[in-house]
């Protein structure tokens, strides 16, 4: 089974910072990783699929990069509403799993 | 609007079953894969279960396999898990989610608590 490893497991920052969080694959997934968005009492929101591509709705400040086994979560300038907890999910190979969070929180 | 309506939750002893629904509106059901994913009390996402649009596939997470299995109904826009065989390990939050490996919709989920 392939394992994804997220870093940093939580972060603090303040508005209209640049944030940044990691996902590791165990192996190559090629760019078969997605990122959601869950917020307290919520269900999870996608944001980002296939490593790079936004979701409809989601604004541009978000970004994806990566492939084979090193991926990246960008937000360009954090806002009040991005205060949430961050999940990576590779979907290369089933069993499909997920990192275990990032928390975003006000510093 | 899509909306993912999740039902069936509740508290049961180990050993029990429960049978989960989702009911779905807004898009047409047969066309898309659909998933369960739980979540423990206060810890992370766990894929649980993915069914395709013809029913052809059933996938299953290692931890439920041989207790869970995964339905669905076109007829009735619903997609079901039944729970069987139930463990203490079980308790979470269960997701119904659209996509068979990208989920792109998810309901507000239903509770499962397995306790004596």
């Known amino acids: 089974d392939i394992q994804v490893t997220q870093s940093p497991s939580s972060l603090s920052a303040s508005v209209g910072d640049r944030v940044t969080i990691t996902c590791q694959a165990s192996q190559d997934i090629a760019t078969y990783l997605n990122w959601y968005q869950q917020k307290p009492g919520k269900a999870p929101r996608l944001l980002i699929y296939d490593a790079s591509i936004l979701q409809t709705g989601v604004p541009s400040r978000f970004s994806g990069s990566g492939s084979g086994t090193d991926f990246t979560l960008t937000i360009s300038s954090l806002q009040p509403e991005d205060f949430a907890i961050y999940y990576c999910q590779q979907h290369d190979n089933l069993p499909s799993s997920f990192g275990q969070g990032t928390k975003v929180d006000f510093k | 609007e899509v909306q993912l309506l999740e039902s069936g939750g509740g508290l049961v002893q180990p050993g029990g079953s429960l049978r989960l629904s989702c009911v779905a509106s807004g898009f047409p059901l047969r066309i898309f894969g659909m998933s369960w994913v739980r979540q423990a009390p206060g810890k992370g996402m766990e894929w649980v279960s993915t069914i395709d649009d013809t029913t052809t596939a059933r996938h299953y997470a290692d931890s439920v396999r041989g207790r869970f299995t995964i339905s669905r109904d076109n007829s009735k826009n619903a997609v079901y898990l039944q729970l069987n065989s139930l463990r203490a390990d079980d308790t979470a939050l269960y997701y119904c989610?659209?996509?068979?490996?990208?989920?792109?919709?998810w309901g507000q989920g239903t509770l499962v608590i397995v306790s004596s």
């Open positions: 989610a659209r996509g068979f490996s990208t989920f792109d919709n």
